[in-house]
């Protein structure tokens, strides 16, 4: 069963809401530390959880739009391998021509 194509819009965007509001939280909190602290300036820990955060929500971000052109390049080539009936021999060209199908003898 496949599923739905609206499904993975809805997941992809409760999963950047979610990681949108932890990189929030986590820098008001990392500001916070870095005003209350005796040392001056953000640690190196601090800038490491900030970068990670950051391409957290890069990669989810870059996955859903990687998948949904990826879907797009899929249902285009399909269009284009389809065979298309260009030949003149089936019963509506018939009837552009005015001839009679077997059945109607």
Do not use: C, F, K
């Not at 739905?4 to 997941?11: A, F, N, T, W």
């Not at 602290?37 to 971000?61: K, W, Y």
Request: aromatic content about 2%; charged content about 20%; hydrophobic content about 45%.
């Amino acid at each position: 069963m496949r599923p739905s194509p609206g499904g993975r819009d809805v997941v992809a965007t409760i999963l950047a809401i979610g990681i949108a509001t932890a990189i929030n939280l986590i820098m008001v909190a990392v500001l916070w530390d870095a005003l209350r602290s005796d040392t001056p300036g953000l640690s190196e820990n601090a800038t490491q959880v900030i970068t990670a955060l950051g391409s957290g929500i890069i990669g989810v971000l870059g996955g859903y739009i990687g998948g949904r052109a990826a879907e797009q390049a899929q249902h285009r080539a399909q269009e284009a391998a389809a065979p298309r009936d260009t030949s003149d021999t089936g019963s509506a060209a018939a009837d552009r021509r005015g001839v009679a199908h077997t059945s109607d003898r």
